[in-house]
């Protein structure tokens, strides 16, 4: 996040989000580095394209969600760029532009994670916090994403056998 909430301007955020690229190291991210490269810089021309009409409509309260949504519409089109782009591609350009997710969104990390946990994931493409056993619905939702994927191996169980497991949950 800090490598494009840390630029110049919004569209140099689009460009560090898109391209994947971690400047303090030049490796790609994994999470899209089976993106192609044409598919990333589209969608970044795409956002760069409208980056005044983006800016002015979080300027007047357009929040995450609906920012993420409009960058699925204008990705959804580009052959290569899947849910766990779209997702990426918004928080990391959301970090500069002020707005984070206050939902869950169900890429296929956090999709697995919380269908381990227990939760309904069918047909949804995100669930809210509060829907997430405690202490897990006190966290940030770009927090409990975080913590859903990085935890799959432990989410082979159920939410009772955790908790029996001693887990802080």
């Not at 994947?20 to 990333?40: D, E, F, I, W, Y």
């Amino acid at each position: 996040l800090d490598e494009c909430r840390d630029v110049a301007s919004f569209e140099e955020s689009v460009v560090v989000a898109c391209m994947s690229v971690r400047p303090n190291t030049g490796k790609m991210h994994h999470h899209q580095s089976k993106v192609p490269h044409l598919a990333r810089f589209a969608l970044a021309r795409a956002l760069v394209s409208r980056s005044k009409g983006i800016q002015k409509a979080v300027r007047r309260g357009l929040d995450f969600h609906g920012y993420h949504e409009g960058v699925g519409k204008l990705a959804r089109p580009i052959e290569g760029i899947g849910i766990m782009t779209i997702y990426d591609v918004s928080v990391r350009t959301g970090g500069w532009l002020g707005i984070s997710p206050e939902k869950v969104y169900l890429h296929a990390g956090c999709r697995l994670g919380a269908k381990r946990l227990g939760l309904d994931v069918r047909g949804r493409e995100w669930l809210e916090v509060e829907e997430f056993p405690e202490p897990l619905s006190s966290m940030p939702a770009d927090e409990l994403e975080d913590f859903l994927c990085a935890h799959l191996a432990v989410f082979g169980k159920s939410y009772q056998e955790l908790k029996e497991e001693g887990w802080p949950i």
